[in-house]
């Protein structure tokens, strides 16, 4: 800083009149006449050259790269700092003076694990070094996070962190992942986690480009995530984006992606369907003379491309930061994509003496994609894929195109074209998503920090779909059909909080108290037509068509509104013993008039075991050994829809003939019964976890832990007697999670330039149902799982959901337990080499224990099937005494699975004269295998919520095998 | 420092003025205490009484309509005149419509449930109804007119029960916790004193869709015919002369009139539940769940698929005189490609719709004679648009004829056979006996949902059938269901379930 003015002021001093020019040239040009010319050599601790190893002047953005000999060059004034940096070791500062001698000769040494210690990981409201915490906090820097393909941004967390499992459930580049963190804490609501992106809550995480995440820090127990509150309970994941990089940079990254199904289900093809037909001797089996692989008709090789620039420009008392990407990521069934643009803006300026800084930034996204055609299946709610079903159904014999090049249309039921229904429709899907905030910090005495964020939230999604009046399905026609709808969410947030930071001896005492307020707003509205005249308007001028019904026309808007105060205190003596206390209040206006407010406390302790004298004996090898104990409860708000308290009317929904008038009316009716009781479910637990560090190369954390969420909500059940609606919103039961989490980082190698590291983590997590029912509200062991809507199985439920039984409980028709979809092990083994200028890494995941039924071999597998409808190749082979519908141990298959998810191999080159400073090239393989006995397209089944966990329904979008060519440049 | 404390000041009042209220704010939906404030809008409360008479389905999936649901799965297949064969993996659904044909349901099948809940839906809903009137600021008298509608309509559904489960709790006022069961006649005496009570402040004239004074004479001389099923007491002449207090209809000419989609323009239909699925009503698919996967392909424009379920029982399609015009609310014989001579084709060989059922639990795809009562458009949707027929003026004078053949006076009922007969173009056999009045009760109101109060009244009941055995005296009631048993502990099961 103080360089900069000294400089300045000599400029400006020398070049009065060149101001103007100054603006357009960069300082150092004019700096030049008092620097030396430095040479030298950087060197590993073994006496080896390091080639790209790079050197930059301290406080400029200026400096340059080691040749393939680790030589290099530099013009340096006299008195500055030489910034000497390399991957994998420990970056260097080297004073450069009139008396240094030349050429220099500069050491490098191995970076070693310990300094994880030292890290700054966000804790929520404020950051703390890694070696202060005493909850349960996992980090993941940006550079370990996913490579490849990536359509959404939580999937970059796939195989990165103990006991939070991303499930990826097929390839549809329009559908994101789920993910669990220790296991789902609802029955009833979503179990996602809460993100925070850069201290804002509850950001929809692809708001944010994965290029611009600098890291992640997952908050896993109660007393890490308590200070969220009734906003915690399924864990915190803080998203830190590329704001702080000092200096000046431009960058480029982009890559392009060539990627096919990876596999798909073995069916007859054409001549083998009539071998078998002319073996069997089956004469009443129809050949249409066509030879088709319905399978391959759709799929196709997908091109996906991705664009990323960014410049920023940060100093010490201001800074931006700007970036735009683009990606346009297809499927590898035919128009299935989705593109993105995305732009992200933030600047800072500090004043009033460096005591007040102002922060303001936007990101913004944009994305359109044709979603494959899909339909809700009558009683359950559940939205499938049209054209699963009928590709696996139709006879091979049938060709794609009849003899007047029309589709072929064949009678019969789910036997419509696969090819017709993906091409017929128009359909273009849109989404907005902001996020815009202003950050206020001003230190107010030395320690003392107050802290006001203001933010605005918005995701918008459009939708648009013309049926054609020739599309016609199962003998029916709308004569066309067009639609359109909005569906909006809006949030604005104030968060204020003061902090005060003291060390005084060896008391380190940090202290926070903040105030919070955000209101949700849902609204949207929608119409559609029926009967157009002509097919050319589509879905732009719904007025056009003749067919208008009552119902066809709707809005809705609900909002609600949550209250917080917290406050959080740390106390550490010594760097030896550590505690921390949170309590939070929150109220929503989503809690029944009984419950508005509820209180969510935390404490955790730590003890470095390894700082104490008595372990000196040790030190030489145990670098650090911390013992960390918490216990926290938290709360799931949005388990409460808003508005579910109150009794209400209804209007608009249903309608009456009215006798007197002799027309149609609206009635009111009630919708809603009242639970003035109602809550959110509250999770408690209880955690221990053990971080240590070996021989300056393992770091490893140990955690075991208990959560019990009370006051589960479900939709009880209620008698109709007492009641004007059959059920009630109620909390009642209790589920609990058990397990234990494993995490180790090596740095296996560490000499010449070779490097090789591994992550590697393992989680277990027992997931058990304890409580369903109390005095006022009883359930039974619920029938789950339901098969409605596939052939055969209509009315079949598969699963159960009852007490001292986990969700996802497979039973067969005689209530015969036959296992369940939660996996016993996550495990994820990462690996990462460097050599030289070349790179290298690998990603595998895998789940082990869990169970997937089989529901589309089950339907593949039907009596009748053969020859009208195509099978499995396996078909003639089922044993006599399985049932293709009933679900069984046969259908109940082991899904456990080892995913090869990525191989990266890297290269640097070095500088390029001034081109550009840094270049990267990499090429990723995706997918490259699994290993599994699991029967069916891919064994990653999402195996949460408790619609249909871990059933295979006929509804699988092949997942990609895919190649990525890829590269970054800076500049 | 000054400024210092101002900023420091300003955050404070910033977290101070910050909101904290936290009552919800609706946009989209009203309180029930916000509603009911003008007489339009009590009008709109009471009349969703009336849209409650199509049923529901329920958070589970469960269909509760009375039509499809209850009428075919519960009235008829249990009934000697329709049954659900199983085909392949079709319509086995658990084995319940196979076990409603043998009359061995079960205590967890799910048409009883839906049975219970689609009556206690409408009783609960009526009963919040008359709570949520009562605290508006109408005139009494308006009140306990409006009450008198309800009560009537809340008569009709505690018949349904009086029919199908006897013994239930009578529940009368929004909000009462754990009723245990009433007596048959308990019961019974309730409808009768209900209807009895409010039929004059009901409307006196015909009005269509509508709980008048005529459908409460209708509903009471159902009542009174069944007395002796329902109570063990006869009330013949009782019927008759609720029967004769039904006025201002009359049998039309074509009989297949009472069935067409705009059915309204009948002057036979007493009673109806109107359905117009261009208003968004949902659950009149009776046509659909019985004629076969393909018969699509008989009609020209864009005709729904069907669920090829539902078929008259074996022996039924035989039983109609060929003369007999009713008997064209059936579909049998060769079915034909639109425009062509070609058969419609099926898995299982061509569509001939075929009386004989070959095999009940694995029945072929054309097997069974097909429901063809209703009017069928070339363009059908899945729901269908003709109300659906409750009460109609045949239902009086076959009402009338059978109660005088009991009180022992055949001659008194020919004047109301003949009515009936001639419509069918048949005629009126010499002795009108109590065998000649059951069939006639099947070929008149075939598919129409009585016909199980009739086997029950004429004991056929409990005789063997097609595919069943001797039926039980106690299975002449249905079982209270069992959820409903685990959701209320005063209730009791009917006896010997």
């Not at chain 1, 074209?417 to 815009?436: C, M, Q, T």
């Not at chain 1, 009315?795 to 036959?818: A, H, R, W």
């Not at chain 1, 990525?902 to 080159?909: A, E, M, Q």
């Amino acid at each position: 800083m103080k360089f900069i003015q000294q400089t300045l002021t000599k400029v400006i001093y020398r070049h009065v009149c060149l101001i103007l020019a100054l603006l357009v040239y960069s300082l150092n040009a004019y700096a030049q006449d008092s620097e030396i010319n430095v040479t030298g050599t950087v060197i590993d601790n073994e006496g080896y050259p390091l080639a790209g190893a790079s050197l930059v002047i301290e406080g400029t953005t200026r400096g340059t790269v080691t040749d393939s000999d680790g030589n290099f060059t530099l013009d340096i004034l006299p008195g500055t700092v030489l910034q000497v940096s390399f991957i994998s070791f420990e970056s260097k500062q080297v004073l450069i003076n009139e008396n240094t001698n030349l050429p220099l000769r500069i050491t490098m040494v191995h970076d070693v694990l310990t300094l994880n210690e030292t890290v700054i990981v966000a804790v929520g409201y404020g950051t703390m070094r890694r070696g202060d915490l005493t909850g349960s906090i996992a980090s993941v820097s940006g550079d370990k996070l996913r490579e490849g393909v990536i359509t959404s941004t939580e999937q970059i967390l796939q195989g990165r962190i103990a006991g939070l499992s991303v499930v990826q459930g097929g390839g549809d580049p329009t559908k994101g992942a789920s993910l669990r963190l220790r296991g789902g804490t609802s029955l009833t609501a979503s179990s996602d986690p809460l993100v925070v992106v850069d201290g804002i809550p509850g950001v929809d995480i692809n708001t944010i480009h994965p290029s611009d995440v600098v890291s992640v820090d997952v908050l896993k127990d109660a007393s890490a995530a308590a200070i969220y509150g009734s906003r915690g309970a399924n864990g915190v994941i803080i998203v830190t984006t590329n704001r702080e990089v000092k200096g000046k940079a431009v960058n480029y990254s982009g890559s392009i992606s060539i990627g096919q199904a990876a596999n798909q289900l073995d069916l007859l093809s054409a001549n083998q369907w009539r071998a078998r037909v002319r073996d069997e001797n089956i004469v009443s089996a129809v050949d249409y003379g066509g030879n088709t692989n319905w399978q391959e008709e759709l799929l196709r090789t997908s091109i996906t491309q991705s664009h990323n620039v960014a410049f920023s420009n940060i100093g010490e008392d201001s800074g931006f930061r700007a970036s735009i990407n683009y990606m346009d990521n297809q499927g590898v069934i035919e128009r299935s994509n989705l593109e993105r643009i995305g732009a992200s803006l933030s600047a800072f300026q500090k004043g009033l003496n460096n005591k007040l800084r102002l922060e303001v930034g936007l990101t913004t996204n944009y994305d359109q994609w044709h979603p494959l055609r899909s339909e809700t299946v009558a009683g359950t709610g559940n939205e499938r894929y049209t054209m699963f079903e009928r590709i696996y159904n139709l006879n091979p014999t049938v060709p794609v195109y009849d003899s007047e090049g029309k589709f072929t249309r064949v009678a019969g039921t789910l036997v419509d074209n696969p090819v017709e229904i993906n091409n017929n429709r128009s359909a273009k899907d849109k989404r907005n998503r902001l996020l815009a905030y202003a950050k206020t910090e001003l230190e107010l005495l030395p320690g003392l920090t107050s802290t006001t964020n203001l933010s605005f939230g918005l995701n918008s999604h459009k939708s648009n779909q013309y049926l054609p009046s020739y599309a016609v399905m199962g003998g029916e026609s709308e004569n066309g059909w067009a639609q359109k709808t909005l569906a909006e969410s809006t949030y604005k947030q104030i968060e204020s909080f003061v902090t005060y930071d003291h060390t005084y001896d060896v008391h380190r005492i940090n202290l926070l108290g903040g105030y919070s307020f955000l209101e949700n707003f849902y609204e949207g509205f929608g119409a559609h037509n029926r009967n157009f005249d002509s097919d050319f308007f589509k879905y732009h001028r719904l007025q056009a068509g003749q067919g208008l019904r009552s119902g066809d026309v709707y809005s809705y808007k609900s909002a609600n509104r949550l209250v917080s105060f917290f406050g959080r205190a740390n106390y550490s003596y010594d760097g030896k013993y550590m505690a921390t206390a949170t309590l939070r209040r929150d109220g929503s206006s989503r809690f029944g008039a009984n419950e508005k407010w509820g209180l969510f406390p935390s404490g955790s302790l730590a003890w470095r075991i390894s700082g104490e004298n008595f372990m000196d004996a040790t030190s030489a090898w145990l670098e650090n050994l911390k013992l960390r104990l918490g216990y926290g409860v938290t709360g799931n708000q949005d388990a409460v829809p808003s508005y579910r308290s109150l009794a209400t009317y209804d209007a608009g929904n249903i309608k009456y003939y009215d006798a007197t008038s002799q027309t149609w009316v609206f009635a009111f009716s009630p919708s809603q019964n009242a639970n003035p009781d109602l809550k959110w479910e509250s999770t408690e637990q209880i955690n221990i976890g053990l971080d240590f560090a070996l021989f300056r190369r393992v770091t490893g954390v140990v955690e075991v832990y208990q959560k019990t969420t009370k006051d589960l909500l479900y939709n009880y059940q209620v008698p109709a007697t007492q009641y004007p609606v059959d059920r009630l919103l109620a909390n009642v039961g209790e589920l609990s999670n058990k397990g234990i989490e494993l995490t180790l980082n090596a740095a296996i190698l560490r000499n010449r330039s070779l490097t090789w590291d591994v992550d590697f983590t393992l989680a277990h997590n027992q997931l058990t149902i304890e409580k369903l029912s109390n005095d006022t509200y009883q359930t039974d062991d619920v029938p789950a799982g339901n098969l409605h809507g596939l052939p055969g199985l209509s009315g079949i439920y598969s699963q159960v959901l009852k007490e001292g039984q986990t969700i996802g409980t497979f039973v067969d028709g005689t209530g015969n337990i036959l296992g369940d979809a939660q996996p016993d092990l996550n495990l994820s083994l990462n690996m990462y080499f460097s050599y030289r200028n070349f790179d290298a890494s690998l990603a595998t995941y895998g789940m082990l224990g869990q169970k997937v039924l089989n529901a589309t071999a089950m339907v593949l597998s039907g009596s009748e099937r053969f020859p009208s409808q195509n099978v499995l190749k396996n078909y003639f082979d089922l044993p006599q005494d399985v049932s293709s519908t009933e679900v069984s141990d046969y259908w109940v298959e082991d899904a456990s699975f080892l995913r090869l998810q990525s191989v990266t191999l890297g290269y640097t080159l070095p500088a390029l004269g001034d081109w550009f400073e840094r270049a990267r090239v990499y090429v990723t393989g995706e997918n490259l295998f699994v290993l599994t006995n699991y029967s069916g397209i891919d064994p990653e089944i999402n195996y949460t919520g408790l619609d249909h966990p871990g059933i295979d329904m006929l509804n699988y979008y092949p997942r990609p095998r895919a190649l990525t060519f890829g590269v970054n440049l800076t500049f | 420092m000054k400024s210092k404390i101002y900023i420091a000041g300003f955050v404070v009042l910033l977290m101070a003025v910050s909101c904290t209220n936290l009552d919800e704010t609706l946009y989209d939906t009203i309180e029930t205490k916000d509603f009911g404030k003008n007489p339009v809008e009590v009008e709109r409360m009471v009349g969703a009484a009336y849209s409650y008479l199509r049923g529901f389905q329920d958070e589970d999936g469960l269909n509760c309509f009375p039509t499809s649901e209850l009428v075919y799965f519960l009235n008829l297949t249990t009934s000697d005149e329709a049954c659900i064969p199983t085909r392949g993996s079709d319509w086995f659904d658990g084995g319940r419509y196979q076990r409603a044909q043998r009359h061995e349901w079960q205590t967890t099948d799910a048409p009883i449930l839906s049975a219970w809940k689609y009556a206690y839906h409408g009783i609960t809903r009526i009963n919040a109804i008359m709570f949520e009137v009562s605290l508006t600021e109408l005139e009494e008298s308006t009140k306990e007119t409006i009450y008198s509608e309800l009560r009537g309509l809340r008569a009709y559904y505690y018949y349904l029960l009086l029919d199908w489960f006897g013994n239930v709790p009578i529940i009368t006022e929004f909000g009462q916790e754990n009723v245990p069961n009433s007596s048959r006649l308990e019961v019974f005496d309730f409808v009768e004193s209900e209807l009895l009570d409010v039929k004059g402040d009901l409307y006196d004239g015909v009005a269509y869709g509508r709980f008048s004074q005529n459908v409460a004479h209708t509903l009471l001389a159902r009542l009174y015919v069944n007395a002796e099923v329902f109570t063990g007491t006869q009330r013949w002449q009782d019927c008759i002369d609720m029967c004769e207090r039904v006025i201002g209809y009359s049998l039309e000419p074509n009989y297949f009139t009472s069935f067409l989609t705009e059915n309204q323009v009948s002057n036979e239909i007493i009673f109806a539940i109107p359905y117009d699925h261009n208003e968004q009503t949902v659950g009149n698919f009776m046509n659909s769940m019985s004629l076969h996967y393909n018969q699509n392909q008989a009609y020209p424009g864009p005709f729904q698929w069907s669920a090829n379920g539902m078929s008259a029982q074996p022996g039924v399609y035989s039983k109609f005189d060929e003369n007999d015009v009713r008997r064209n609310a059936m579909k049998e014989g060769p079915q034909f490609i639109y425009g062509t001579s070609n058969l419609i084709q099926t898995p299982d060989g061509d569509l001939v719709y075929t009386e004989e059922i070959s095999n009940f639990e694995n029945a072929k795809q054309y097997e069974g004679v097909r429901l063809y009562k209703y009017e069928v458009r070339d363009d059908e949707q899945w729901e269908r648009d003709h109300d659906f027929v409750v009460m109609r003026y045949a239902e009086v004078l076959m009402m009338q004829a059978e109660c005088y053949v009991r009180l022992g006076y055949p001659e008194s009922a020919r004047p109301f056979i003949t009515q009936v007969r001639e419509r069918a173009g048949l005629e009126v056999p010499q002795d009108i006996t109590l065998a000649f009045l059951d069939n006639e009760y099947l070929k008149e109101f075939l598919f129409e949902g009585i016909r199980r109060n009739v086997n029950i009244r004429f004991g056929t009941w409990f005789e063997p059938w097609w595919e069943k055995g001797s039926t039980p005296q106690y299975r002449g009631i249905f079982p209270i269901p069992q959820a409903e048993l685990e959701l209320n502990p005063n209730l009791t099961q009917n006896p010997e379930y």
